[in-house]
C-alpha cells in the first residue's frame, strides 16, 4: 500500500511542464520528479505534456534519462532548484533511445562524468549504418531511427542530435544477467516500445518506467517488421524470437512487469505523472495488467471492424480513433497503432493479408487472439 505522497516542490504549468516534485521513500531516499518541458506540433488536440526525469540524490547521484534535445539549459535550471549541480551526477539511467528521453546525454555526460547505464542495445541504436538499407524509410538515421515516421520538418531537428549522441560510449550495458549499480536497484529489459526499452526498480517500491507503462495513455508498440529492417544492425541474435519488436513483445514486457512488480507500490513514468493540474497515482502491476486488457480489447475491436470486408491501416483507423487523433501526423501514428494489432492477429491466423504491399487485410473469423492472451491475463 501505498503510504507516501508526492509532494509538490515547485508548481509547473497545469500539463506538469516545469514542475518539481518530491517522493520520499520508506528509507528515507529523496526521489525528485522534473517536468522537463517537450517541443511538439500538438498544439491544442494532443498533448504529451513534459517529460518526466528522476534524480535520486546519494553516495552516487543517479539521473533517470535526460529529457528531450535542445532543453539542457531547462534540464540544469530544475536540477539546481533541488540543489544539484550537473557536476554532482554520477550515474546517468537511460530508459531507451529516443529524443525525448536521451536528448542532452551528451552535454549531460561530458560536463558530469557520469557512468552511463543503458539496454545492450542502446549503442546499436544510436550508432549509423551506411550502406545498410534493408527497407529502412531513413537508412541514413540512426539505428533507433531507421523507420522514422516524423514528417521531415520535424526530423531535420535531430540531425545535430543524432550525431552529438552517436560518439556515447556506454559503459554499463545493461543485460538479463548484468549486477544493477547496486542493492536498491533491479533493471527489467522490456521491450515493446523500442528494442531497447528498460525499467528501473528502486529500493522495490517505485518503478521507473521510461514510456513502458506510462500513466492515462499507452506507448506506440514497435512494429514486427521493423525487425526485418533493423535485423543486420541488432546485437547478435536478438529479435529473431518477436522478441525485439513488435506488440507481442510488449505485452510479453507487461506480464513480466506485472508478475514481478506485485510489491511495488508507485509508477513513476516518463510522461503524465502530473496533468490536467493533478497527480497520478498508480500501482505499475496493476497499470501493466490494465494495458495488457486495453490491447486485448483493441484486437476484438479491430476484427470487429474488419467483419467481412477487406479494409487497408487507414480505413481501419478511421473507425478506432477519435478525429482529434489523426491530425497531422496523429493519422501515420494511429495506422501504425493499428498495424501493431494487424501483426499479432495475423501471427494468431484471425486475420489475412489481402494486398502486402498495401496492408490491407481481411479477418479469417478465427478469435485466436484471445488464446495468445490469456496466457498473460
Ligand atoms: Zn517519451
Not at 154 to 161: A, D, I, K, P, V
Not at 175 to 194: I, Q, V
Not at 260 to 288: M, T, W
Given at each position: ?24 521513500t ?10 522537463v ?51 554532482d551526477i ?91 549499480p ?29 514510456d ?69 497515482y ?11 486488457i ?15 470486408r ?11 480513433f ?56
Amino acid at each position: 500500500m501505498l503510504l507516501q505522497k508526492l509532494e509538490i516542490i515547485q508548481e509547473g504549468k497545469s500539463n506538469g511542464e516545469g514542475i518539481i516534485m518530491r517522493y520520499r521513500t520508506r528509507r528515507g531516499t529523496d526521489i525528485f520528479c522534473l517536468g522537463v518541458p517537450l517541443f511538439y506540433e500538438s498544439g491544442e488536440d494532443w498533448d504529451l505534456g513534459p517529460t518526466f526525469c528522476y534524480l535520486i540524490p546519494g553516495k552516487k547521484t543517479t539521473l533517470i534519462d535526460s529529457g528531450q534535445f535542445n532543453r539542457y539549459e531547462l534540464l540544469k535550471a530544475l536540477l539546481k532548484r533541488v540543489g544539484c549541480d550537473v557536476k554532482d551526477i554520477g550515474r546517468v539511467i537511460i530508459t531507451h533511445s529516443h529524443e525525448d528521453h536521451d536528448g542532452n546525454l551528451p552535454e549531460l555526460i561530458e560536463d558530469s562524468g557520469a557512468e552511463l547505464w543503458a539496454h545492450y542495445a542502446f549503442s546499436n541504436m544510436i550508432a549509423y549504418y551506411h550502406g545498410i538499407d534493408d527497407g529502412a524509410s531513413h537508412p541514413d538515421f540512426p539505428g533507433s531511427c531507421r523507420c522514422c515516421l516524423m514528417p521531415d520538418r520535424f526530423n531535420r531537428n535531430c540531425l545535430q542530435y543524432h550525431e552529438k549522441r552517436s560518439h556515447l560510449k556506454i559503459g554499463h550495458p545493461i543485460t538479463e544477467a548484468s549486477d544493477p549499480p547496486g542493492p536498491d536497484y533491479r533493471f527489467m529489459l522490456t521491450p515493446g516500445h523500442s528494442p531497447d526499452s528498460i525499467c528501473t526498480v528502486f529500493e522495490e517500491e517505485v518503478l521507473l518506467s521510461g514510456d513502458t507503462l506510462l500513466a492515462t495513455i499507452t506507448p506506440h508498440p514497435t512494429l514486427m517488421l521493423e525487425y526485418f529492417v533493423n535485423r543486420r544492425i541488432l546485437p547478435e541474435g536478438y529479435g529473431s524470437q518477436n522478441d525485439a519488436y513488435g506488440l507481442m513483445s510488449y505485452i510479453n514486457s507487461l506480464y513480466n512487469l506485472k508478475t514481478q512488480c506485485r510489491d511495488v507500490d508507485l509508477l513513476l513514468p516518463a510522461h503524465r505523472l502530473f496533468e490536467k493540474g493533478k497527480i497520478n497515482y498508480l500501482k505499475p502491476s496493476d497499470r501493466a495488467a490494465e494495458i495488457i486488457i486495453f490491447h486485448l480489447e483493441r484486437c476484438g475491436n479491430i476484427l470487429k471492424i474488419l467483419d467481412n470486408r477487406v479494409l487497408g491501416l487507414d480505413e481501419i483507423s478511421l473507425d478506432l480513433f477519435e478525429p482529434r487523433l489523426r491530425k497531422g501526423w496523429g493519422r501515420f501514428l494511429s495506422q501504425r497503432e493499428v498495424m501493431s494489432h494487424l501483426e499479432l492477429l495475423a501471427i494468431c491466423g484471425d486475420i489475412e493479408w489481402v494486398n502486402s504491399n498495401k496492408f490491407t487485410s481481411r479477418a479469417t473469423g478465427s478469435n485466436n487472439y484471445k488464446e495468445f492472451f490469456a496466457k498473460y491475463i
